[in-house]
């Protein structure tokens, strides 16, 4: 097991067990939210997700065609999280440091915000320019309609930094992802930067 994998490890369970503290009753978190918050390849994240399976310590939701879309964290793994020291010889893994994750493209990732004031301008312009590319679309008025309720929702929701519904963020970015994929790009860092304040991940 490399020292890159015990991170990884450790990461998913700390993301998983801050989304379970935010919300008891939700489905867990989106794939696609895991690997881009902790900047990791799908492969690194499929291993080591597996990996936690086997172990009992995550429980991954499929769907027909696909090998998993949402983890969530268990009791065992709740646990782990908890009492790192009292499980430190049967995961070795728990005794890595958390969030030291790096990667090649690591000068794209989008700048950590260090204030208010900074994420909430940051939103508002990936949100200006995802509307006016649905301005510019070919759609008819009603589906254009559709797309700025979603995004409105979703602006709103991420303007609450810490105070926002991580189920209400991951509906509606999943919903753009399957209805409006071509818009995804505009907004997906500034997502995923909310998520994470929302998470309190660093």
């Known amino acids: 097991m490399s020292a890159s994998d015990n ?117 508002t312009v990936a949100f200006k320019q995802a509307y006016d590319q649905v301005l510019e679309s070919k759609l008819t008025i009603g589906e254009k309609g559709k797309i700025e309720k979603q995004l409105k929702a979703l602006e709103k929701e991420l303007q609450r930094t810490k105070k926002a519904d991580l189920r209400t963020i991951q509906d509606k970015w999943i919903w753009l992802k399957k209805n409006s994929i071509w818009l995804t790009p505009s907004i997906a860092q500034v997502v995923l930067e909310g998520v994470k304040i929302a998470l309190d991940f660093p």
């Open 7 to 123: 991170r990884i490890r450790i990461n998913i369970l700390e993301l998983l067990y801050k989304r379970l503290r935010d919300d008891a009753k939700g489905s867990g978190v989106d794939k696609a939210i895991i690997q881009d918050t902790l900047k990791i390849s799908e492969k690194q994240m499929d291993i080591n997700m597996s990996y936690l399976e086997e172990k009992t310590l995550v429980t991954l939701f499929r769907t027909i065609g696909s090998q998993w879309t949402f983890a969530k964290i268990t009791a065992n793994g709740i646990d782990v999280i908890e009492n790192r020291e009292r499980y430190a010889d049967k995961f070795p893994f728990t005794q890595a440091s958390t969030s030291q994750i790096t990667s090649g493209s690591q000068e794209n990732v989008f700048q950590t915000i260090q204030s208010q004031d900074g994420f909430d301008r940051q939103v």
